[in-house]
């Protein structure tokens, strides 16, 4: 068994900072790729940002030089340093991680995800 804990959610007002960490707990044999994606209401799910095992970042267009993911690859954890938040980041944020289990069996895996909310 497997499971993505996330945390670090909450409300920010404009241009203020939040860090989401999630962490990947159970019957790991190794992590490849972890991402951070979001849902606002009524929009699909899009991608924020992932980072590989060996540390390279990519990320969406309207988070660059605002958004930064890390990971510790120790604590089978990922980090979403967000700063300079707009009303339009406002959305339910989801990790992700590509779990190779102990059987050697690999699958996607998702958080239950983390309400961000910038208001005023």
């Known amino acids: 068994q497997v499971q993505l804990v996330e945390s670090g959610g909450g409300l920010v007002q404009p241009g203020g900072s939040l860090r989401l960490s999630c962490a990947a707990f159970g019957s790991i044999f190794s992590i490849n790729a972890m991402g951070w994606y979001r849902q606002a209401p009524g929009k699909e799910r899009e991608l924020v940002a992932t980072?590989?095992?060996?540390?390279?970042?990519e990320y969406a267009d309207h988070v660059k030089g605002r958004f930064t993911i890390s990971r510790d690859n120790a604590k089978n954890t990922v980090y979403l340093q967000m700063n300079s938040l707009e009303p339009e980041d406002t959305a339910v944020y989801y990790c992700?991680?590509?779990?190779?289990?102990?059987?050697?069996?690999?699958?996607?895996?998702w958080g239950q995800g983390t309400q961000v909310t910038v208001s005023s």
């Open positions: 980072i590989s095992s060996g540390g390279t970042t």
């Open positions: 992700n991680a590509d779990i190779v289990r102990r059987t050697l069996a690999r699958a996607p895996y």
